[in-house]
């Protein structure tokens, strides 16, 4: 089997693109794009994986590990909404005024994820109310990893007693993605899947209104390393 970076030369020569133009199109540096091209790293994350297929126009799965068969490249221009939903990639912000809502920034050097609908059916979603994004970090480990991107669903930001994964952002425009439980008082308990090291917060009176819920986490595209 071609090694990742013989994939990814072959399909240079199919878009005719220079490793100068993949850097430019992915912002990864050309001493890294050099590096993988040329199997000299130990290992590729999410956040390199996705913007080098999608610049590529190949699935990241074959990409990465070469098991789909090379006939099915899939164009981003060339696909099938009746199977696939797109669901862009986001920078997220703390919303000021009244409503105190987040807004978001879709990041342009990732091409919006394709997720087949049946995923979306599957888990009664909706993927017009979703968003992606990159996780930062290891306290939520080894659940989802420091640069894992995860769905998340911004329709569904009701946090109850029960422990469940949801994305949110602080006044510092720091997102975060913890596990919420919201106590019979109104304060909002805020957990870590890693223990070491990470204890957990109350979050509580006028504190509650430094936060904004972004939604539920409802799926995470692993590490890849």
Same mark, same amino acid.
Not at 108 to 126: A, C, D, G, M, Q
Not at 161 to 184: G, H, M, P, Q
């Given at each position: 089997?071609?090694?990742?970076?013989?994939?990814?030369?072959? +399909?240079?020569?199919? /878009?005719?693109?220079?490793?100068?133009? /993949?850097?430019?199109?992915?912002?990864?540096?050309?001493?890294?794009?050099?590096?993988? %091209?040329?199997?000299?790293?130990?290992?590729?994350?999410?956040? &390199? %994986?996705?913007?080098?297929?999608?610049?590529?126009?190949?699935?990241?799965?074959?990409?990465?590990?070469?098991?789909?068969?090379?006939?099915?490249? +899939?164009?981003?221009?060339?696909?099938?909404?009746?199977?696939?939903?797109?669901?862009?990639?986001? $920078?997220?912000?703390?919303?000021?005024?009244?409503?105190?809502?987040?807004?978001?920034?879709?990041?342009?050097?990732?091409?919006? /994820?394709?997720?087949?609908?049946?995923?979306?059916?599957?888990?009664?979603?909706?993927?017009?109310?979703?968003?992606?994004?990159?996780?930062?970090?290891?306290?939520?480990?080894?659940?989802?990893?420091?640069?894992?991107?995860?769905?998340?669903?911004?329709?569904?930001?009701?946090?109850?007693?029960?422990?469940?994964?949801?994305?949110?952002?602080?006044?510092?425009?720091?997102?975060?993605? &913890?596990?919420?439980? +919201?106590? /019979?008082?109104?304060?909002?308990?805020?957990?870590?899947?890693?223990?070491?090291? $990470?204890?957990?917060?109350? %979050?509580?009176?006028?504190?509650?209104?430094?936060?904004?819920? %972004?939604?539920?986490?409802?799926?995470?595209?692993?590490?890849? +390393?």
């Amino acid at each position: 089997m071609a090694s990742m970076g013989e994939r990814i030369k072959e +399909r240079m020569r199919a /878009l005719d693109m220079s490793a100068t133009q /993949l850097s430019s199109i992915t912002d990864i540096s050309k001493s890294t794009i050099s590096a993988i %091209i040329n199997d000299r790293t130990n290992g590729i994350t999410a956040d &390199k %994986i996705f913007p080098l297929a999608h610049a590529l126009e190949v699935d990241p799965e074959w990409l990465y590990s070469g098991v789909t068969d090379t006939k099915t490249y +899939r164009a981003f221009e060339q696909v099938d909404e009746s199977v696939y939903a797109t669901v862009p990639m986001y $920078y997220v912000h703390f919303g000021m005024g009244a409503q105190g809502l987040p807004s978001y920034e879709e990041v342009s050097t990732y091409k919006p /994820l394709l997720i087949e609908n049946r995923f979306f059916v599957e888990k009664r979603r909706n993927p017009k109310h979703c968003k992606a994004f990159i996780a930062v970090g290891d306290s939520m480990e080894p659940l989802i990893h420091d640069n894992d991107v995860v769905l998340v669903d911004t329709e569904d930001k009701e946090v109850a007693e029960s422990y469940k994964i949801f994305a949110f952002v602080d006044n510092n425009d720091t997102l975060r993605i &913890k596990y919420l439980s +919201r106590k /019979l008082n109104g304060s909002i308990v805020v957990k870590s899947e890693n223990s070491d090291g $990470y204890e957990n917060e109350l %979050i509580e009176g006028d504190d509650l209104n430094k936060i904004q819920i %972004i939604g539920r986490v409802i799926a995470r595209f692993g590490n890849l +390393r």
